[in-house]
């Protein structure tokens, strides 16, 4: 028979007459086309039920715009902070400087309070030893003067009467024994000497107030009449103006 002899040899065809034409599609190819349609699929799920909505241009556009309107509201407070900032150092620094001036100005003074305490203290000491002296000149001065002689309450122990040029310049020392307070009077000068007119005449000045404990000094000036020339002066301690006297002594005028 023909059929068995043929020379060509026979191939086996497990495909049969179905046998495609044409390249082969690489499996891992598909693999791979399937594993990005799974991973697009599963993006979009995930877009439309988990993550929020996406914007809209115009959505995008206001976003923007709020958020540069945002920053520029950011960079003026920003701007705000960095002047209050140096604003409040400034302020800082201008009390700092008055406070500093104010210190340096109260040490001056405080110094200058402590200079003047230290002087007036010295003064002080200083009056005090010289009242201290003149105090114990005076005791030696009334023990070396003679007592009055009219031995009143009130003892004029000594007087100095000078014309001054129309007005009577006196100094007296008065002195009291057992003295328990002072005594509170006055003395009154009584001037005799000559007018103008050459007439002899006495005049009495003003009394002067007196204060006695033991011992005063009375040292001062009254007027005297136009062209009147004391002469002699009769020094009276009374208890109140033209009141009893205790106390009298005359003078004349040196």
Do not use: C
Request: aromatic residues 4%.
């Amino acid at each position: 028979m023909a059929l068995f002899r043929s020379n060509k040899p026979v191939v086996f065809d497990p495909y049969g007459s179905r046998r495609r034409s044409g390249f082969p599609v690489p499996r891992w190819l598909m693999l791979v086309v399937a594993g990005a349609a799974l991973g697009a699929g599963g993006l979009h799920y995930v877009q439309q039920n988990h993550l929020p909505p996406r914007l809209t241009p115009a959505e995008s556009q206001a976003l923007l715009s709020r958020a540069g309107t945002l920053e520029a509201e950011v960079e003026r407070l920003q701007a705000a902070l960095d002047k209050a900032t140096a604003d409040g150092k400034a302020a800082l620094d201008g009390l700092a400087a008055q406070a500093k001036a104010a210190e340096i100005s109260a040490s001056r003074q405080i110094e200058a309070a402590r200079a003047e305490i230290a002087s007036l203290t010295q003064e002080r000491d200083e009056s005090k030893a010289a009242a201290d002296t003149m105090r114990k000149d005076i005791a030696l001065f009334e023990r070396i003067l003679p007592p009055d002689p009219r031995g009143g309450t009130i003892g004029v122990r000594g007087a100095r009467m000078t014309d001054g040029g129309g007005k009577l310049d006196y100094h007296v020392l008065l002195t009291r024994d057992a003295a328990t307070k002072p005594f509170d009077g006055v003395v009154e000068l009584v001037v005799a000497g000559r007018r103008a007119n050459g007439r002899n005449e006495s005049v009495t000045l003003d009394p002067v107030a007196v204060s006695i404990g033991s011992y005063e000094h009375l040292q001062g000036s009254l007027p005297l009449p136009d062209g009147f020339a004391p002469r002699q002066v009769t020094i009276r301690v009374l208890d109140q103006p033209g009141g009893r006297q205790l106390g009298m002594r005359v003078y004349n005028v040196g």
